[in-house]
């Protein structure tokens, strides 16, 4: 059996990462300035005997992974289906067209995959038609039932087993078209096994674990990045009936001029958020020069700048706004005020406070000539 020429990388990255408390399927959270799924992709991109790397993804995904994977060279993703047979099965009819003579299968969880592992598995395709690396298991292993003891297993005979899997292209692909409505595989080589086909076994690596839960992520990577942004809005007074003031309208004898509907309040929210993300400011994703704009509601613009944090993987932790000026009194609007910019957020409406305080009769405000609002907005962008 000859070593395989062409060789390619499937990346199977289309679960949504159920028993990981996230907002996010946790192959997009961060590790290490980057994401679960970049480190777990990268090996492959850079190995030089891989010929391209395949990456599947989830339905509603791709814009997580155009961010998480623009630095890197790749074919274009395709979507994957209901479970990890199907997601691969799709990957390789993707693949088909560039005629491959071997194919590596790994899972976007396993971010710690390694070059001298990759090389194992390669160099594991001279022994069979189907790798799998495989770890010793050390501990005592027993057959429970109903929660008594029923044997002790020869933890000799067992292995742990691991990712990337290598394969000769042509049989696994036609063993998933053979098997595509059996029952869910857990892994690609039992495709092999269920045909009677060896499966070798290469040294696996300690380092390459599973990212399930939160605890099997490196304690650097657990410790929150709280991000702390700064917003500060100012709308000047002109002659009218009312204000919009943090997503309510208030009845009082003057108006706010602004190019959109002038929400001094939720300005502020908007680009404390921004700033918190350092996504530039609310005049660069909104211009006051647009008349797309023209008298049109904030509160999108705040769901603008809320789907921005976390679109980055973040979670908006609590929101501090000060309305700074001598009217209106914001005291019997603060709750519905809250209730609404609570409502925009997606949040409890314990982590909203909406403050008011005069400059006591000094300067623009005090001469009742704007309004003005700052806001200190806490996210956490490591959402879990």
């Known amino acids: 059996m000859s070593a395989p020429k062409k060789i390619y990388a499937l990346i199977v990255a289309g679960g949504s990462g159920t028993r990981f408390d996230s907002s996010l399927p946790k192959q997009y959270l961060p590790l290490n300035d980057k994401t679960i799924i970049y480190h777990a992709v990268t090996p492959f991109a850079q190995h030089p005997n891989i010929m391209g790397v395949q ?137 092999f096994e269920a045909a009677g086909l060896p499966v070798y076994c290469a040294q696996g690596d300690k380092k390459n674990i599973k990212i399930t839960t939160s605890e099997d992520l490196p304690m650097s990577s657990r410790i929150p990045d709280i991000r702390v942004g700064h917003g500060y809005d100012v709308h000047a007074i002109g002659q009218g009936k009312g204000i919009m003031l943090f997503g309510c309208f208030i009845p009082c004898d003057f108006s706010l001029i602004g190019h959109s509907d002038a929400d001094v309040g939720l300005h502020s929210i908007t680009d404390a958020l921004l700033g918190a993300i350092g996504d530039a400011d609310i005049g660069h994703h909104f211009s006051p020069n647009s008349d797309q704009w023209k008298g049109a509601d904030s509160a999108q613009f705040l769901k603008h700048a809320a789907d921005r944090v976390r679109a980055m993987g973040g979670r908006i932790n609590h929101i501090d706004a000060t309305l700074i000026g001598e009217k209106p009194k914001v005291v019997p609007h603060r709750e519905i005020m809250r209730q609404r910019v609570a409502e925009i957020l997606d949040l409890p409406i314990d982590r909203v406070s909406i403050k008011a305080t005069t400059t006591e009769k000094l300067g623009f405000c005090g001469r009742e000539e704007g309004l003005a609002a700052t806001t200190i907005a806490t996210i956490i962008l490591n959402g879990f």
Do not use: M, W
Request: proline content about 5%; charged content about 20%.
């Open 55 to 191: 990456v599947v993804i989830g339905q509603g995904t791709e814009s997580l992974c155009h961010d998480a994977l623009k630095d890197l060279d790749l074919l274009p993703p395709v979507i994957g289906g209901a479970t990890r047979h199907t997601s691969v099965f799709n990957g390789l009819k993707a693949l088909a067209v560039h005629e491959p003579d071997a194919v590596l299968v790994h899972d976007a969880a396993r971010p710690f995959v390694s070059a001298d592992l990759i090389n194992r598995v390669i160099e594991g395709l001279n022994q069979a038609d189907a790798v799998i690396p495989v770890i010793a298991v050390t501990d005592t292993v027993k057959k429970v039932v109903d929660g008594f003891v029923q044997q002790t297993i020869d933890r000799e005979i067992l292995k742990r087993v691991q990712t990337p899997q290598g394969f000769d292209f042509q049989t696994l692909y036609s063993l998933h078209q053979r098997f595509q409505n059996q029952p869910t595989f857990t892994d690609d080589a039992g495709l």
